[in-house]
Every structure is written in C-alpha cells, then in structure tokens.
C-alpha cells in the first residue's frame, strides 16, 4: 500500500518495551502494531498521546487500547488438555518459557488436566525466548517421572523438539510412553523424526487482518469504532501423539 515498515524487537523485558515505543513514536509512524496486550501505565500512555491508529495482535484484552487481533492463550491450554484427556491420558508435565503468554497456554493445562484428575508429573519453566537446548535440559530433570505413561504439553516448538530428543537419548518411547505436543507448528515440527503433534495458530491471516485494520483506518474507509478478530487456532496431530 505504498507505507514504509519500521521493526523493532523488545525480547520480554517492559522497559525495553518503553524505550522502542518512545523512539518509534518519535518517528512520528503513521500508525502502530503491536505484538501483545500486555502494557506498563507508561507505554499506555505513550500510545495513547500518539492519537494514530493502534492495533495489538497475538492476545485478548477486555480494554484493548484500539483495534485487537488475537486469541486467548487459555484457550489453547484447555483445547490441549481435552485433547490428551480424550486419548486416556491420567498422568501430564508441562515445560513452559517464562514470558507471560507462554506461562497462560501451560498454566490453562494443567488446570484443565488437573480438574479432569490427571495427576501432574512434571514441571519446568525456563528462561523466554525458548531453546532446543532448553526443552532437552528440562526433559533431562523429568526422567524419573516418566516411567508411565505421561503428556508433555510445551509452550513452544522448540521446546518440545528439544524433550523428544533428550526423550529419544535415552530410550523412552515416544508416543507409548511419552506423548508430546508442542505450540507454533514451526517447520521443524513436520520435519522432526517423529514428526510431532502442535498447535497452529493462523499467524498469516492475523497479520493480514491486522494490516486491513490500519489501512481502512488510514485511509478514512473504517470505521471509528474499535475492530476486533478473534485468531483461530487447532491441534495438528502427528506421530508424537
């Protein structure tokens, strides 16, 4: 549409957050996506005072600063656990990064399994962003739980890749004795051997709707009044499960 695009990258950390949003918007951006709904009083503020169209993507909130793009993390949690529930799962662990949204989708888990009265084996939350090498060394402080069959729900990809191959080191079944699902559906979960089971989110269409947002907005064709889209997400089952 004929618009330059500025990107900037704040990790998980708030106060970087604050700082991008305090030199993009000095820029003087004709309008503004971001990733989360998730803001510090002063980032809210900031956005605010900017007075351009805003849309935040990849979550919900029930006061959305302007237009909202997302889905509930809590959601993909339950959705996750019915799933293992379904399939006769009694036991479950769960590996999770520490960001905010990481820490929803695996807590909405295992309360969900919990509820149902699967009993919960394991647990590990590692340092945002995630690692292979993470999802191995968390699997690796799992081993003596696993002796019976369990669910392993991961907070990403690559987390999940890294468990199945610390998993697959040391002989343990995959899926009879360890049954795994992981979130993202990156390239490697259909090129891993086995192939594993994860959770698709319609990242591409978000981005579109997003775009479509600002862009009616922008060029007077939208409306003024706050747009919502609600991002679908489904479980594509592979051989890990």
């Not at 809210?44 to 169209?53: G, K, N, R, W």
Request: with cysteine.
């Amino acid at each position: 549409a004929g618009y330059e695009v500025m990107l900037s990258l704040s990790g998980y950390g708030e106060n970087d957050k604050e700082a991008l949003l305090r030199a993009l918007l000095g820029r003087r951006p004709d309008a503004l996506l971001i990733a989360g709904a998730a803001h510090t009083p002063g980032a809210i503020q900031m956005i605010s005072e900017a007075q351009i169209p805003v849309v935040e993507i990849w979550d919900v909130s029930s006061r959305p600063i302007d237009m909202l793009v997302g889905f509930a993390h809590v959601d993909v949690g339950e959705e996750v656990a019915r799933f293992f529930l379904a399939k006769g799962h009694t036991r479950f662990a769960a590996i999770s990064a520490d960001d905010p949204r990481a820490l929803q989708r695996t807590k909405s888990f295992a309360e969900a399994m919990r509820r149902a009265g699967a009993t919960q084996v394991g647990e590990a939350i590692v340092k945002a962003p995630s690692t292979i090498t993470a999802g191995r060394q968390a699997l690796h402080t799992m081993l003596s739980a696993l002796q019976d069959r369990t669910a392993l729900f991961c907070s990403s990809d690559l987390l999940a890749f890294g468990a199945i191959t610390e998993a697959r080191t040391h002989g343990i079944a995959i899926p009879g004795q360890l049954s795994v699902c992981g979130f993202g559906n990156f390239e490697l979960s259909a090129a891993s051997e086995p192939a594993f089971t994860t959770v698709t989110v319609e990242g591409a269409e978000a981005g579109r709707t997003a775009a479509s947002f600002l862009l009616q907005r922008l060029t007077g064709l939208g409306p003024r009044q706050e747009g919502h889209w609600h991002v679908p997400f489904r479980i594509l089952e592979r051989a890990t499960t």
